[in-house]
């Protein structure tokens, strides 16, 4: 099938990034977007390039999580995405504000490819893309246009009704031929300080449809005031270590599929 315009000045833009990381979900309200800042965050602590692309068009949440007054330049060349926290980072949000985005059809269409067309990225290590939840023209123009360095992490919580929900996206990526790299349980137990592990949604599994859990991430009740207020989220500690580790083995699955 051949490509559009569009999807050949995608191709164009991130010809210099090696690789797209694709965090996805079946559902809202499972963390993603944080956990795509967090992991966006962690690699690059371990000396790697990277950016992160807010793909939620609806309900844009990266630009809260960094400490930006100004909005992006541009030129006739594309746009310049935000240098902010050691990540290079584009959002509508950083445009929108607090505003809704109320479009839909061809028009949404339009501004997903413009926007995704339109950024110059740059020599990037890994691109992380943070889709909106569910299945949507987004995945589809993603693992079209993206498909030769393209792999997904999938996010999730550990009810039943998030892993059902969960399941079927990780179908759909096996049938768009998209690696999967691991799945990362988010929300998935905390600490009292008698030292018990409480699991308040249950066990969650080990693995779904053939693909492991990478890791799972505990409850931090200082996430919220370390990601939106302080805008440091290495206070939220207990989060943040465990956030470490798993991006240490998302790039080694990665590593290995792609020698």
């Not at 790697?48 to 807010?54: A, I, P, S, T």
């Not at 929300?187 to 449809?209: I, N």
Request: proline share 4%; glycine share 8%.
């Amino acid at each position: 099938m051949s490509i559009s315009f569009k999807e050949k000045l995608i191709e164009k833009k991130v010809s210099n990034v090696k690789k797209v990381i694709m965090v996805c979900s079946g559902k809202g309200g499972v963390g993603k977007s944080t956990v795509s800042y967090a992991l966006a965050k962690a690699i690059s602590e371990n000396g790697k390039r990277v950016g992160l692309l807010d793909l939620d068009i609806h309900g844009p949440v990266e630009q809260l999580f960094f400490k930006v007054k100004k909005g992006f330049s541009g030129s006739k060349e594309g746009l310049k995405p935000i240098f902010s926290d050691g990540l290079k980072v584009m959002s509508l949000g950083f445009l929108s504000k607090d505003e809704p985005i109320p479009i839909k059809g061809k028009y949404k269409e339009e501004i997903l490819e413009n926007l995704f067309s339109e950024v110059m990225w740059g020599d990037l290590d890994f691109l992380i893309v943070d889709m909106p939840p569910g299945v949507s023209d987004e995945l589809f123009l993603v693992s079209r246009t993206l498909s030769k360095k393209l792999v997904a992490v999938v996010v999730t919580t550990p009810s039943l009704l998030s892993l059902s929900v969960v399941r079927r996206m990780i179908k759909l990526l096996h049938q768009e031929k998209v690696k999967v790299v691991g799945i990362i349980e988010n929300l998935s137990y905390f600490t009292c300080r008698c030292g018990e592990q409480v699991k308040p949604f249950g066990e969650g599994v080990e693995e779904l449809e053939g693909e492991k859990v990478i890791g799972k991430l505990p409850i931090d009740p200082k996430l919220e005031e370390a990601l939106v207020f302080s805008k440091k989220i290495e206070n939220a500690s207990i989060f943040w270590s465990s956030i470490k580790k798993i991006a240490v083995e998302v790039v080694e699955e990665i590593e290995t599929y792609f020698s």
